[in-house]
Structure formats: structure tokens, C-alpha cells
């Protein structure tokens, strides 16, 4: 089975964010990265499914040249190779020009099965597997808890994740896309053997394709504003409590 794993490089949690001078985005030239950490659960879904069947995982990154310290760390905890769309454009890009960038990477890999984290931990839009799916002509499925599939089938079952604590088992032709659900297996860390191993791995550079005209855009980032705000709940003692109880539910929802 050859999978192709999709990751990308976001800013640490911890890290102080400020806004560019533009305003369009963070200022990242002195932060701190890490790879995404839904993106993480998918890359160990694949190394697993690779252990049980046997076969290929090549990660897929879309990003600007210090994306490699998450391509590097990938090959570190067991990936074969990787795949680097390279383009400083692609650090804020939009769902669809990411979506675009790294379609044109996988299409010639032939993969059986293109993985995905739910979301990124910047954006969080969870567009990014979706389009890709369309653009590579794939069925898909998202918030995906568990993957069954066995070697020399063409299709594979796998479950997912509903509102209300509720879960749904789909059956999916392969080749398939499935945005994988943080949490659903133990990540495991690179071992220094695997540091080791990642220097020889190959990552193949591909240049990114023109970005379509138009599409979505930041026009402006900013914080929250923090503030106080105090409201006179007037009327009988009766009358307070009944609009205050309603004000919580209705408009705090708090209750």
C-alpha cells in the first residue's frame, strides 16, 4: 500500500504571536515551528497501516524552505520519503492554492491512499483534504477515528466521528482521501536511529503551480479586544431573576 501523508509547518503554541506590519498575517521571521499536530496523527496512521500491510509513506508538504524542519522530522519517525512543494507564497495561502500545490505533487505518485489531519492549528479551516480530494478525482471521508483495510482489496472501511457522540462506518473505494481525527492513536517520537536514517531519505523539490487569479484573501488580522462590559438587570427581585437566567441561557449561554 503507498500512502501519501499531507503535513505543515505552523507556529509553536507557545509562542507569543504579534501581526506583520501588513497586517495580513503573523510576524513569523524570529518564531518558533512545529509540525502540525493533526497532521501528526495522520502521519502515525500511515506508519501503522504500513507495519500491518507493508508498502510506501511518502510526506507531502507545501510550505516555505524551513518547512523541512517538519519534512526532516516526519522521516525521523518512519516516513520513506517526502515531497517538498517550496514557495514562501504557500506560508499563509489560502485552502484551495494549497490544495492546488499539493495535487500537483501527489497526482504522479500513483498512492492508493492520501492522508490528512483534520485541520491546521493556524487557519483551522479543514478545507485543505477536501479540495484535494476533488482536485485528485478521490472519494473522502473526514473526522476518520479508525482505518480498516486489507492487503490486495480495493476498498476499505473506516469510522467516523459524528455530533452528539454518534459514529458512522463508511465504505470507500481506494484510492481514497481521509482527513484523520487528532487523538485516535499513541504519536510515537523519533528515535535516534531515525534522525539518523532522515538525513539519507530523499525529498524531491517540486515548484508549485501559477496561482489562479482571484480566490479569498486576508484583508486584515487583529486580536480580540478585551473588555468590560456591565449591564442593570432592573424589576421586581422576581422579574431580575427570570431575565437574568434568561440573558445566561440566551445570550452567555452559560446555562
Known amino acids: 500500500m503507498k500512502i501519501a501523508v499531507c503535513i505543515k509547518q505552523v507556529v509553536t503554541r507557545e509562542w507569543q504571536l504579534r501581526v506583520n ?12 515551528f512545529e509540525l502540525n499536530e493533526p497532521d501528526a496523527y495522520a502521519l502515525e496512521e500511515a506508519l501503522r497501516l504500513k507495519e500491518k500491510h507493508g508498502g510506501e509513506v511518502v510526506v507531502c508538504c507545501a510550505g516555505p524552505a524551513r518547512s523541512t524542519q517538519v519534512i ?4 525521523a519517525r518512519g516516513a520513506d520519503r517526502a ?8 506560508a499563509a495561502a489560502d485552502a484551495g492554492t494549497v490544495a492546488a500545490a499539493l495535487a500537483e505533487a501527489i497526482a504522479p505518485e500513483q498512492v492508493d491512499l492520501v492522508l490528512t489531519g483534520l485541520q491546521s492549528d493556524d487557519q483551522g479551516f479543514g478545507q485543505v483534504g477536501v479540495i484535494l480530494a476533488e482536485r485528485l478525482g478521490m472519494p473522502h471521508a473526514t473526522i476518520i477515528m479508525e482505518v480498516q483495510a486489507e492487503p490486495g482489496q480495493t476498498s476499505l472501511r473506516v469510522k467516523r466521528e459524528l455530533e452528539g457522540g454518534w459514529f458512522q462506518w463508511v465504505g470507500l473505494p481506494m484510492p481514497a482521501l481521509l482527513t484523520i481525527q487528532s487523538g485516535i492513536n499513541q504519536l510515537r ?10 538525513k539519507k531519505k530523499e525529498i524531491r523539490k517540486v515548484t508549485p503551480p501559477a496561482a489562479a487569479p482571484g480566490g479569498p484573501r486576508i484583508a486584515s488580522l487583529y486580536f480580540p479586544e478585551k473588555g468590560k462590559k456591565t449591564q442593570i438587570v432592573t424589576g421586581t427581585p422576581a422579574e431580575a431573576a427570570k431575565e437574568l437566567v434568561r440573558r445566561l441561557r440566551e445570550e452567555a449561554r452559560a446555562l
Open 21 to 32: 506590519d501588513q497586517k495580513t498575517w503573523i510576524r513569523d521571521q524570529d518564531a518558533s
Open 72 to 75: 526532516r522530522e516526519a522521516l
Open 83 to 90: 515531497v517538498h512543494v517550496e514557495s514562501d507564497a504557500l
Open 189 to 198: 517520537y523519533a528515535t535516534l536511529k531515525g534522525i539518523m536514517a532522515a
